[in-house]
């Protein structure tokens, strides 16, 4: 068989696409083995003796099913993640997720004189040291303490 090196590598930069994506027909490699020009491979692909192979792919029908999958948070799990854990969700990140929800409420009892300012800073401070999870943990310290009461809690 021809050594179809050079035509394959010219038709290459004629479809625009990489050597391995050339498809050409094997009843018709005498005629390609004598094409030395582009000109001449360009005649060839008109004649459709030398095609582009379609591009290898996810159907968009397979990718709107995985995305929707992953929007539910499935496919997430260890063999899925590339990057180590707090490379996907930084500490900083889990931090003010965690702390900025606690601060709102702790300000909203302060402003509706559910709990005064002494209080306010002192669950402030130990917000800040990190003593309660969430806001569900702080609420319920707050209850045990009896700075609230349980029916007013809520918000």
Request: overall charge positive; hydrophobic content about 30%; glycine content about 8%.
């Amino acid at each position: 068989m021809a050594d179809l090196r050079n035509q394959r590598r010219m038709a290459a930069s004629i479809l625009k696409c990489g050597i391995n994506a050339v498809w050409m027909d094997h009843d018709r490699v005498d005629e390609i083995a004598k094409a030395v020009i582009k000109d001449d491979i360009r005649i060839l692909i008109n004649g459709k003796a030398i095609k582009k192979r379609q591009a290898i792919g996810i159907s968009s029908g397979r990718k709107k099913f995985n995305m929707k999958q992953k929007e539910k948070g499935r496919r997430r799990g260890h063999g899925s993640r590339k990057g180590a854990k707090y490379a996907r969700l930084p500490r900083k990140e889990r931090w003010i997720r965690t702390i900025r929800p606690i601060r709102t409420y702790l300000r909203g009892l302060r402003d509706e004189k559910k709990i005064d300012k002494s209080t306010y800073r002192l669950y402030y401070r130990k917000t800040k040291g990190g003593e309660f999870r969430n806001k569900r943990h702080l609420e319920t310290h707050l209850i045990s303490n009896n700075f609230l009461k349980k029916g007013e809690a809520g918000q």
